[in-house]
């Protein structure tokens, strides 16, 4: 009886050890691996430990501190390349429109707003209450020219509306607003100090003789409608509000109106059927 307690004993013991043996070997393989993981990655603890998690599925909270870490800061963006000098950052979530489209709160600036050059005057972008150029020579001289070459095909155009200064407008659009209201006159007419106009750089354009059109839908049906909408752009100008772009430009379609922007632009914004906010990348 004694002699099988003892060989039981050593039975026992004989066991404990193999499985100690086999721990030891474990923990061996696993250090040697741990080791072997670190030193491919350069022997940076935190970089392997990031990449084990990512590995093994962990949760991104711990395993994607250092892509954290690494991002870009927005400010930065800049001086990373991420947005070009002079190209207008992407829309504020946080700004409020009114029903009329425009930026609640937002007071006229002191500065006229330039985009790649190009003076913009939308709801979002107005004009100084002082800004007073009068009607751009330039766009004259283009719209003369544009006319002449009518006259051949016997459209006989004029210009009855250019240059607009803001208190001018103020009272246009007050007038609009007592006759239509205010959400109505929103959709054709510009609150004062948003109005083109007021660049001297938009032209009203109708075919004399035919008032009847001036400043309606009608004017695009006509052949002289027709045939400014073909040929504007060989002369600089684009029509500033076309058909369907009402939410980008924030009006609704005008035949009549036309916005000096250089013969070159206004070839690029013809050819692909865009408008000038889409042009200049606002929208």
Do not use: C
């Not at 043996?21 to 990655?41: E, F, K, N, P």
């Not at 002079?86 to 700004?95: A, K, L, R, S, T």
């Amino acid at each position: 009886m004694q002699r099988n307690k003892k060989v039981k004993y050593r039975s026992d013991r004989k066991r404990k050890g193999k499985k100690v043996a086999l721990s030891l070997a474990v923990v061996g393989i696993i250090l040697a691996a741990l080791v072997a993981w670190v030193g491919w990655h350069d022997w940076d603890v935190r970089k392997s430990m990031t990449k084990l998690g990512e590995a093994i599925g962990l949760d991104d909270q711990r395993a994607g501190e250092t892509k954290r870490e690494d991002e870009q800061p927005e400010d930065d963006l800049h001086e990373a390349g991420g947005l070009e000098e002079g190209q207008p950052p992407e829309e504020d979530n946080d700004v409020v429109k009114d029903s009329g489209g425009y930026i609640e709160g937002m007071e006229l600036p002191e500065e006229p707003t330039y985009v790649d050059g190009i003076l913009i005057a939308n709801k979002e972008y107005p004009l100084p209450s002082t800004y007073a150029p009068g009607e751009d020579p330039e766009a004259r001289k283009a719209f003369d020219e544009m006319a002449a070459e009518a006259t051949l095909s016997n459209f006989n155009l004029t210009a009855f509306s250019t240059y607009r200064s803001f208190d001018y407008q103020k009272e246009l659009y007050d007038r609009y607003v007592a006759r239509d209201g205010k959400e109505a006159a929103d959709r054709y007419s510009a609150r004062p100090g948003y109005s083109e106009h007021q660049t001297g750089l938009a032209f009203d354009i109708g075919e004399v003789n035919y008032e009847q059109h001036w400043a309606s839908s009608d004017f695009g049906e006509t052949e002289a409608g027709k045939w400014i909408a073909a040929n504007a752009h060989r002369f600089g100008f684009i029509m500033r509000y076309p058909l369907g772009k009402e939410e980008v430009t924030g009006y609704m379609h005008e035949s009549w109106h036309f916005r000096y922007v250089g013969t070159e632009i206004a070839k690029e914004i013809f050819e692909k059927n865009i408008t000038l906010e889409e042009y200049v990348g606002l929208k």
